[in-house]
């Protein structure tokens, strides 16, 4: 069975400084996706992120960055120039392979920003 | 608003009632996901509809909880004999592709409270 691990309860980082939120995933599958999407406080979820796993190319969008290595089945979240809109809950997740419908989440971390 | 919309927002009942909650899609998505959040865990997978059909299941979906989706638009997740072990974010989530590629579209929750 597929698991993710986010060991990372709380982080905090100043206001445009830079950030790393980890996550490590177990699989035997060699192609697949991983998500990060962030949870704000009293809204609802929103996807941030997208890699593919056959891509050896860390995916980008705008100041949100990751580090996917898989051989490590590691899949970080880099936050560069922090805002404090991007304070929020973040959850690392991955499709189980074998089932069209579910979307395995991590336990999740909550970042703090602070000026 | 074209977003995934849910109702009610809050819900208090008092143990052994029962409670229905309503998620209203976007429009042009055929596929709509149950999950379920507790406090400082990240969502759990509980249904899946594909248009009107459910196709999966979690076995946190004991026999006190259905779930419909008529005419493959709005769904409802009935709770029977609510419990205080219910106590919980009901998210739901919709989306165009499966969640092994695509985006999954989440509402802003209902939040649970048995007394």
């Known amino acids: 069975a597929q698991t993710v691990t986010q060991s990372q309860p709380e982080m905090s980082v100043q206001e445009a400084e830079t950030v790393t939120l980890s996550c490590t995933y177990d699989t035997s599958e060699s192609d697949y996706y991983l998500f990060w999407y962030k949870q704000p406080p009293s809204r609802q979820m929103i996807l941030v992120i997208r890699?593919?796993?056959?891509?050896?190319q860390n995916a980008t969008e705008n100041r949100f960055s990751v580090n996917f290595q898989k051989a490590a089945k590691s899949f970080s979240l880099k936050i560069s120039d922090s805002q404090l809109g991007d304070a929020a809950m973040y959850f690392c997740?991955?499709?189980?392979?074998?089932?069209?419908?579910?979307?395995?989440f991590g336990t999740g971390t909550r970042l703090q920003v602070t000026l | 608003d074209t977003g995934v919309s849910q109702d009610p927002r809050h819900k208090i009942t008092k143990r052994g009632q029962n409670v229905t909650f309503r998620c209203d899609p976007i429009s042009e998505h055929n596929r709509l996901y149950w999950y379920r959040q507790t406090l400082g865990q990240g969502p759990e997978f509980l249904t899946y509809f594909q248009n009107e059909a459910q196709l999966e299941k979690s076995r946190l979906l004991s026999d006190r909880f259905s779930a419909e989706r008529p005419k493959g638009s709005f769904s409802t997740l009935e709770i029977q004999r609510t419990e205080q072990g219910d106590s919980a974010m009901y998210l739901c989530?919709?989306?165009?592709?499966?969640?092994?590629?695509?985006?999954?579209?989440f509402g802003e929750g209902s939040r649970l409270t048995v007394l």
């Open positions: 989530a919709s989306s165009l592709f499966g969640p092994n590629t695509g985006e999954l579209f």
């Open positions: 997740a991955f499709p189980n392979t074998g089932t069209a419908s579910k979307l395995t």
């Open positions: 890699q593919e796993a056959y891509k050896q």
